[in-house]
Nanobody, 125 residues
Framework: VQLQASGGGVVQTGGSLRLSCAAS???????????MAWFRQAPGKEREFVAA????????DYADSVKGRFTITRDNAKNTLYLQMNSLNPEDTGVYYC????????????????WGQGTLVTVSS
């Protein structure tokens, strides 16, 4: 599975961004059977869980730090994952990675099989 993230950029505190992640090459496994997630990594810090969504889009999970500000969605017809980020603050700065694994959503990065290249989000104060 290949994942291509996009939509990062520079935004001021309080602003919004929408990230996208296009999935392709599912090796015969329907793309809509994969759980997908966003992780982020700030400079000098470990990669951390941001949000995840199950294969149907009926179940989501959010890190406490983004709950109420970020929304994860997916469009299986387009094989695309989204992350709408509102009320951004400098602590949200980092490289955002989309990732996928079969079926169940989990928070551990090691549980995910496929990773995109990342897109940089910079929130200025």
């Amino acid at each position: 599975v290949q994942l291509q993230a996009s939509g990062g950029g520079v935004v001021q505190t309080g602003g919004s961004l929408r990230l996208s992640c296009a999935a392709s090459g599912t090796s015969g496994v329907p793309a809509d059977t994969y759980a997908m997630a966003w992780f982020r990594q700030a400079p000098g810090k470990e990669r951390e869980f941001v949000a995840a969504i199950n294969w149907r889009g009926a179940s989501t999970d959010y890190a406490d730090s983004v709950k109420g500000r970020f929304t994860i969605t997916r469009d299986n017809a387009k094989n695309t994952l989204y992350l709408q980020m509102n009320s951004l603050n400098p602590e949200d700065t980092g490289v955002y990675y989309c990732t996928a694994r079969p079926w169940k959503i989990l928070r551990a990065p090691g549980a995910y099989d496929y990773w995109g290249q990342g897109t940089l989000v910079t929130v200025s104060s």
